[in-house]
T-cell receptor, first 113, second 117 residues
Framework: AQSVTQLGSHVSVSEGALVLLRCNYS??????LFWYVQYPNQGLQLLLK????ATLVKGINGFEAEFKKSETSFHLTKPSAHMSDAAEYFC???????????WGAGTKLIIKP | GAVVSQHPSWVICKSGTSVKIECRSL??????MFWYRQFPKQSLMLMAT?????????EQGVEKDKFLINHASLTLSTLTVTSAHPEDSSFYIC?????????????FGPGTRLTVL
């Protein structure tokens, strides 16, 4: 069965520092992988997705993620954090075109001034 | 990107009443829509898959008689919480997939916060 693990329910970084949010998955077939961001009291916005093309995926707002099959990981990074990046980040996996997503528990990103 | 709207964004109701939440795809047609529930500080829980022109498919443990789903057109799905109770208070989010690029990406509505008194 598919599962998604996000390490750390809260991650705190200083403004300007590197952001690293971890996501590991388990899947019996090559997966599709997604990162979504949720700002307070809002729905989810797609940051980026991996669809078996390039392993390094660039998304919006300067985020990128690298698919590492050997590590079954899809960690999200951003070189320099901004205050506006403070939000909840969710990693999700889908095994095919049935559209259903399996969600990680989410990581709250806190940006310190 | 594709736009999905929800209405209302926020609703308070008395226990025992019913509440209808609308989910609309504004610039594309959606034969399938998903309804999620999100508890505070938790991830999303898929409640059901809404299929245009047919019955919704509910996830295990979700009461279909309590959470009525109607997908009447290619741009509208509704979730009705019947006889609402305080434990139904939650953030309800819908999504619709858009095909493209070899995979399907879900676009999410802004969510509806339901508070049952």
């Amino acid at each position: 069965a598919q599962s998604v693990t996000q390490l750390g329910s809260h991650v705190s970084v200083s403004e300007g520092a590197l952001v690293l949010l971890r996501c590991n998955y388990s899947s019996s077939v090559p997966p599709y992988l997604f990162w979504y961001v949720q700002y307070p009291n809002q729905g989810l916005q797609l940051l980026l997705k991996y669809t078996s093309a390039a392993t390094l995926v660039k998304g919006i707002n300067g985020f990128e993620a690298e698919f590492k099959k050997s590590e079954t990981s899809f960690h999200l990074t951003k070189p320099s954090a901004h205050m506006s990046d403070a939000a909840e980040y969710f990693c999700a996996v889908s095994e095919g075109s049935n559209y259903q997503l399996i969600w990680g528990a989410g990581t709250k990103l806190i940006i310190k001034p | 990107g594709a736009v999905v709207s929800q209405h209302p964004s926020w609703v308070i109701c008395k226990s025992g009443t019913s509440v209808k939440i609308e989910c609309r795809s504004l610039d594309f047609q959606a034969t399938t829509m998903f309804w999620y529930r999100q508890f505070p500080k938790q991830s999303l829980m898929l409640m059901a898959t809404s299929n245009e022109g047919s019955k919704a498919t509910y996830e295990q443990g979700v009461e279909k008689d309590k959470f009525l789903i109607n997908h009447a057109s290619l741009t509208l799905s509704t979730l009705t919480v019947t006889s609402a109770h305080p434990e139904d208070s939650s953030f309800y989010i819908c999504s619709a997939p858009v095909a493209g690029g070899g995979t399907d990406t879900q676009y999410f509505g802004p969510g509806t916060r339901l508070t049952v008194l």
